[in-house]
């Protein structure tokens, strides 16, 4: 069961416009943090990624357990969702 979902975006990230879309379109709420707009929290996404690309969608899972997947890969979104 799905707690949380935090997508890391920029404006000019079309994979991340995607990855709002999907998750819209299969009925998940996410809280979007826009790295234009709140640059202090590029070292909060990189540490959780591991790497500078965008999006990376952070899934908190009820026990609290993150499972991170960076890009528009939707063979490891959707089974983070399930």
Excluded: H
């Amino acid at each position: 069961m799905v707690k949380n979902i935090t997508i890391f975006t920029t404006n000019t990230c079309a994979y991340c416009v995607m990855v709002k879309k999907w998750l819209g379109a299969k009925g998940y709420r996410y809280e979007e943090v826009n790295l234009d707009v709140n640059p202090e929290r590029q070292k909060e996404a990189f540490e959780m990624s591991g790497q500078m690309a965008v999006p990376v969608t952070v899934v908190t899972k009820q026990d609290d357990s993150k499972e991170v997947v960076v890009g528009y890969n939707l063979s490891k979104l959707a089974p983070a969702l399930a």
